[in-house]
């Protein structure tokens, strides 16, 4: 019978905003890894599957290039038609695939490598459960001697009853396909796959399996995506030098550094740190511990990155500091851009997602800059701030609110 991996990868990440105004969902990184790849990638590590099967929706064109970069041009892409839900997209699976084993991860978690291999070898059906202090904003589960009684859809915070939530991640085969086939539209408007596990469970033993604490990231809001990368630098990451480092520069715990990078004279590189290739650091530059930057960025003479993720092709080039943020590719901060991550009054920094202040739960948390940004000179940034995809910021502006996609933020316009 056929073993099949399942990723689901069609939703337009509408919460990861300004990132995936500029790529999908499923092709934000991970150590410089898309991380539908890397599902990919340890989930076949497992030596289970024999069918990989993708379903997908947004900037489809785009995911089909990434797959075919990662080495996985027999994964089976198939389209959604749409963003109907968790439970449609299973629905489509089981239709196209047909009877066999179904392992089904949702593409924008991050998860541990020991975390595939405990999925790989559970017996359906089953699902992965992590332990989170904001449970409201998941599935809640209600389990009893490790077997599931019911999934509660993002309850209402003072009806929470418990820590433990669905994981995005569960075992099934195709004899349970009436369950998708029934689903009925839920108040959002998607068919959601909370109602089929409360069907089944109502029927046959759904076995829980509750994953480590500090193994499971889901990436749902921009910071979550800094906070998934920091696992994996912290608890992935082993020294392996391909580049090219100045004798005069230094190297301090682990650090990756790619093929064609090249760290120049007097600059300093905290591990854990991950390097991609034809990167640029220096010269004078310091990077500080938990950075991920990406191939083809350019980190400038006398400029500070900490804690960040610097995309594709981006330039940080001379006298800025960058802390705890996310610069989308291609972008360019002018000399002298600084990026706030710390809020004067000492309080969890809050960023608007949908309208709707969120506390990110980090008291240090900087810009969430979307691809093809342009500041100019002196422009300083303050924490929390999103700045849409093709912005332009002025020479010497304060940027305090949130920059829409495509918009010329000029502070002297008006004065």
């Known amino acids: 019978m056929a073993s099949i991996l399942a990723i689901l990868a069609a939703g337009r990440g509408e919460r990861l905003r300004p990132i ?12 410089g890894e898309p991380i539908v790849c890397r599902h990919i990638r340890l989930a076949l590590e497992t030596g289970v599957y ?4 993708v379903v997908a929706s947004y900037m489809i064109d785009n995911l089909r290039e990434a797959l075919s970069k990662c080495g996985f041009n027999n994964a089976e892409i198939i389209d959604q038609g749409g963003e ?8 489509k699976v089981l239709q196209y695939g047909g009877p066999g084993d179904y392992t089904v991860i949702y593409s924008d978690i991050y998860m541990s490598r020991d975390g595939y291999y405990i999925l790989a070898n559970l017996r359906a059906p089953a699902i992965l459960a992590s332990r989170t202090s904001t449970p409201w904003e998941f599935g809640v589960l209600d389990v009893k001697e490790g077997v599931l009684r019911r999934v509660v859809e993002k309850p209402k915070h003072g009806e929470v009853k418990s820590d433990l939530v669905f994981a995005g991640a569960l075992k099934i085969n195709w004899d349970f396909l009436d369950y998708f086939l029934n689903l009925s539209l839920s108040p959002r408007g998607e068919y959601e796959v909370t109602e089929a596990l409360n069907n089944i469970a109502s029927r046959s033993d759904v076995y829980v399996e509750v994953l480590e604490s500090n193994t499971w990231v889901d990436i749902g809001r921009p910071w979550d995506l800094l ?9 992935e990451l082993k020294t392996m030098i391909k580049g090219e480092v100045h004798p005069t520069a230094v190297i ?3 650090v990756v550094i790619e093929e064609g990078a090249q760290v120049k004279p007097y600059t300093v590189i905290e591990g854990p740190a991950y390097i991609g290739k034809s990167t640029v650091i220096g010269p004078h530059s310091h990077l500080r511990a938990y950075n991920v930057i990406l191939d083809n960025a350019r980190i400038g003479s006398f400029t500070q990155v900490k804690a960040s993720i610097i995309l594709e092709y981006s330039r940080v080039p001379h006298l800025n500091y960058v802390g705890d943020s996310i610069v989308g590719e291609y972008s360019n901060l002018g000399a002298g851009t600084i990026t706030a991550n710390y809020r004067f009054d000492e ?8 309208g709707e202040r969120i506390d990110s739960g980090l008291n240090k948390l900087g810009a969430l800059i979307g691809g093809y940004v342009k500041t100019g000179i002196n422009v300083s940034i303050l924490p929390g701030i999103k700045i849409g995809s093709r912005a332009w910021i002025w020479p010497g502006c304060l940027v305090n609110r949130d920059v829409e996609s495509g ?3 000029n502070c002297w316009a008006t004065r």
Do not use: F, M, Q
């Not at 906070?227 to 608890?235: E, H, I, P, Q, T």
């Open 347 to 354: 309080t969890n920094v809050k960023v608007t997602i949908r």
């Open 227 to 235: 906070v998934a990368n920091r696992v994996a630098l912290k608890s």
């Open 252 to 254: 301090d715990g682990e």
């Open 20 to 31: 995936t105004e500029t790529r999908p969902k499923p092709l934000v990184p991970i150590l």
């Open 407 to 409: 918009e010329r933020y």
């Open 50 to 53: 024999n069918r990989i099967i």
């Open 84 to 91: 109907y839900g968790t439970g449609h997209a299973i629905l």
